[in-house]
């Protein structure tokens, strides 16, 4: 009784700690216990926090970690985002690039397509001026050579004036001989108008054409007329050959005739026409563009002959031989 009396005291005695009574009764009484007391207590607490606050530690760190790797993952896609963006903006440059180029050859189309359009408004101009003018001389065509028949008439008819021993023989171009006296202009003129390079050379007695039934010989009254170079060649009368001779060459067929290297003299519309006929509509079309060519200087005769004889081929070869002509002679 004695000693809590005295532990009673001591407490009155002492500060108030607003201890509870529990407290105060498991406290030791002597100081140095209650400090020993006080550090063990002490530790507990800290060793509680420090245990609170690594746990917390570790639950940041892990929050950090995840945090992280969606860092890193952001920054993958934000690579790749860069990545396609740059591809993006080469695909865009190098379309833009092409953008340019269509427009400018777009540009070149059109004006190559307005420059083709005149050329073939120009061309169907010239064809429909030439199938015109072919179409109105189509009634002038007794006075022109037609080349596709030129070598089945040569032998039927042909002009020639001739005047041997004192007679005139005028041979008419529908194959009637008759002996007339005319003046040198007419026979000139007519001599000029169906002369032709196809009239064979010299003619021996025996290939004498059929001349005795159609001559009724006159003589002339003045000077004979000179002999016309271009033909070269003479004609006899019956006189001069023996009736047996006659008779031979009357009776015999008509020889053929060669062909000499010269080119035929030939009308140029007529040539145009025998072509138009000849030829199909995509033939004359490409011949009528070649001729432009040549007209226009931008090829050489050599080069317009080589693509003309491509065109006529083998079988119109008759019209290659009069297109060179007309070109030797300058016509087209």
């Known amino acids: 009784m004695s000693e809590n009396s005295s532990i009673e005291s001591n407490r009155s005695a002492g500060p108030e700690f607003n201890l509870s009574d529990e407290i105060l009764s498991v406290i030791p009484t002597d100081?140095?216990?209650?400090?020993?007391?006080?550090?063990?207590?002490?530790?507990?607490?800290?060793?509680?926090?420090v245990t609170n606050l690594e746990s917390e530690i570790a639950r940041l760190r892990h929050n950090l970690n995840g945090k992280d790797r969606v860092i890193v993952n952001l920054e993958d896609k934000l690579s790749q985002l860069e990545q396609a963006c740059r591809e993006a903006e080469l695909r865009l440059n190098v379309t833009l690039q092409d953008n340019m180029k269509m427009s400018k050859e777009r540009d070149d189309l059109v004006f190559t397509a307005k420059k083709l359009a005149r050329d073939l408004t120009k061309l169907e101009t010239f064809k429909r001026q030439l199938m015109q003018s072919l179409s109105d001389d189509d009634s002038s065509q007794a006075e022109t050579v037609d080349i596709g028949t030129y070598d089945q008439s040569v032998h039927k008819s042909y002009p020639l004036k001739e005047e041997v021993n004192g007679y005139t023989l005028h041979h008419s171009f529908g194959?009637?001989?008759?002996?007339?006296?005319?003046?040198?202009?007419?026979?000139?003129?007519?001599?000029?108008?169906?002369?032709?390079?196809?009239l064979s050379p010299l003619l021996t007695p025996s290939d004498a054409p059929k001349i005795t039934s159609a001559i009724s010989p006159q003589r002339t009254s003045g000077s004979t007329s000179p002999t016309i170079p271009q033909f070269q060649r003479r004609v006899s009368v019956s006189s001069f050959y023996p009736s047996s001779q006659q008779s031979?060459?009357?009776?015999?067929?008509?020889?053929?005739?060669?062909?000499?290297?010269?080119?035929?003299?030939?009308?140029?519309?007529?040539?145009?026409?025998?072509?138009?006929?000849?030829?199909?509509?995509?033939?004359?079309?490409?011949?009528?563009?070649?001729?432009?060519?040549?007209?226009?200087?931008?090829?050489?005769?050599?080069?317009?002959?080589?693509?003309?004889?491509?065109?006529?081929?083998?079988?119109?070869?008759?019209?290659?031989?009069?297109?060179?002509?007309?070109?030797?002679?300058?016509?087209?």
Do not use: H
Request: glycine share 6%.
């Open 248 to 332: 031979s060459a009357a009776n015999s067929p008509p020889r053929a005739r060669p062909k000499p290297a010269q080119t035929p003299r030939v009308d140029g519309k007529e040539f145009f026409r025998q072509a138009r006929i000849r030829l199909s509509y995509e033939q004359f079309s490409v011949f009528l563009a070649n001729i432009k060519e040549l007209n226009a200087q931008k090829q050489s005769r050599e080069e317009t002959l080589k693509k003309a004889e491509e065109i006529f081929g083998m079988d119109n070869k008759d019209l290659y031989l009069s297109f060179q002509g007309m070109l030797n002679r300058g016509v087209c």
């Open 31 to 49: 100081p140095y216990e209650q400090l020993d007391l006080a550090r063990k207590i002490t530790s507990m607490a800290i060793a509680s926090r």
């Open 175 to 198: 194959g009637s001989v008759d002996g007339r006296g005319s003046s040198g202009a007419a026979s000139k003129q007519a001599l000029q108008r169906f002369s032709s390079p196809y």
